[in-house]
């Protein structure tokens, strides 16, 4: 039998990044005069022919609404959004497509759990233990759903390093904790947390957990059974997808228990003035006409990535992110790296000395290199490190190393230029 490490390896070698790139159309342009590099794919990720086609070509051929019509197209559509449905619950394992709702995205998905299962099931003196790392989205939700039931929202403290610190968590955690809601990866930092262990902790005391998957889809196989997770949320957008879809997972006793957040059409069985009954899963959760054409086009993105070798792929990312972290500890003094965990990926967040974050992104904008600087929304682990905020250069399975060669050249231009 092979080595993991010997078939990686041989993975590698199929991996055609440049074959891949020719399936983006928006990286093929010039931006300011300069071949696109773009760095900013834990905000958004390019997307795919084969999604935007998909798209397209519902448009095109088929738009109906789905669900209630009995004409031909209606059919279509509708077939097309369930089947997407279960290509999204093949994509996390889910055991069954019901427990797969559609959101428009990670943060709708955090705010439905925090509404309706948050505010039938905290009570005073309860608690929800957010990790400082985490982003605004998965930070709010829970203050708004702490704040009206009386519970409240501990922090967990996160190491200089930017990992959780699991031995403060060990000690946060007792029967009065209810849920522990953190993310998979950092979007700030990069850090990837080891979501299954703190699984097996949380649930010692009793506590669900929710793990915020925004920024790992793209990264790595997810799978929620293995998790063992009670919820899993993600965005579209963020995995070669359309904005305005996402996915809430959850675990069918705790959905099943769960009122509706929202009401109106498709979540009910019959309404009446006298009073209503409401469907089942997962409608019940799916109030309105839901995003159609981004369901298709998030099962197209679905699709294109289990075409891909995602063991090639991961090797690929971890090479071109290895390099980057490589060039910017050797590239020059005064550039300080944010998030050093033993294991991270997508991410290389830092700060130039003496350079405002927003002056670094706006020279590299010039030369055709898209980053993003700011708190990425995740103000609380910023103040822990006593920042305003970085520069972050986010990378997917489209990035080169000679993309990062651009942005250290770029780096370099922008400290002499403003220097
Ligand atoms: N969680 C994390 C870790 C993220 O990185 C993001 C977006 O940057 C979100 C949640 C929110 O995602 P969305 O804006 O797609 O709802």
């Not at 905290?122 to 702490?146: F, N």
């Not at 930092?189 to 097996?200: C, D, F, K, S």
């Not at 369901?295 to 792929?313: E, S, T």
Request: proline share 5%; net charge negative; aromatic share 8%.
């Amino acid at each position: 039998m092979e080595t993991p490490a010997k078939n990686i390896r041989q993975q590698e070698r199929v991996f055609d990044v440049e074959a891949i790139r020719r399936d983006f159309p928006i990286l093929q342009q010039q931006v300011n005069g300069h071949p696109l590099v773009y760095l900013d794919n834990a905000a958004t990720s390019q997307k795919p022919n084969a999604v935007i086609d998909a798209i397209s070509d519902y448009y095109r051929g088929y738009n109906a609404n789905v669900h209630r019509g009995i004409h031909t197209l209606a059919e279509k559509a509708t077939a097309a959004i369930e089947n997407a449905r279960q290509s999204l619950a093949g994509f996390i394992n889910s055991p069954a497509p019901e427990q797969v709702l559609w959101t428009r995205g990670t943060t709708e998905a955090i705010n439905l759990v925090a509404y309706s299962w948050g505010r039938s099931n905290l009570k005073p003196g309860d608690r929800v233990l957010v990790p400082i790392l985490e982003h605004h989205s998965s930070i709010v939700p829970w203050q708004m759903a702490t704040e009206s039931t009386g519970a409240e929202v501990v922090p967990i403290p996160v190491t200089p390093g930017g990992e959780i610190d699991m031995m403060a968590l060990d000690e946060l955690l007792d029967e009065r904790v209810k849920m522990v809601a953190v993310s998979h990866i950092s979007n700030a930092l990069g850090t990837v947390n080891p979501v299954a262990e703190i699984v097996v902790r949380a649930h010692r005391v009793g506590a669900k957990v929710l793990i915020d998957g925004a920024q790992a889809v793209a990264h790595t196989p997810v799978d929620v059974q293995a998790l063992n997770c009670d919820f899993y949320a993600f965005s579209g957008h963020k995995m070669f997808g359309p904005t305005g879809i996402g996915v809430l997972w959850g675990r069918r006793e705790l959905l099943e228990a769960m009122p509706p957040w929202q009401g109106g059409g498709e979540m009910i069985e019959q309404v009446s003035f006298a009073g209503t009954s409401y469907q089942g899963l997962p409608y019940r959760f799916e109030a309105g006409t839901p995003d159609i054409a981004g369901a298709i086009g998030l099962a197209a993105a679905v699709d294109y990535l289990q075409h891909l070798d995602r063991v090639a792929v991961a090797a690929h990312e971890a090479d071109v992110l290895e390099y980057a972290l490589a060039q910017g500890a050797a590239a020059f003094d005064g550039l300080t790296r944010f998030g050093e965990a033993d294991h991270v990926a997508g991410v290389f967040s830092f700060l130039m000395d003496g350079i405002p974050p927003s002056d670094v992104g706006m020279l590299l904008d010039q030369q055709g290199i898209a980053v993003r600087t700011g708190h990425h929304c995740a103000q609380p682990i910023m103040a822990q490190y006593g920042i305003p905020g970085t520069v972050r250069a986010s990378f997917a399975l489209y990035n080169t190393r000679a993309e990062v060669d651009r942005l250290f050249e770029g780096l370099a231009k922008a400290r002499r230029m403003l220097r």
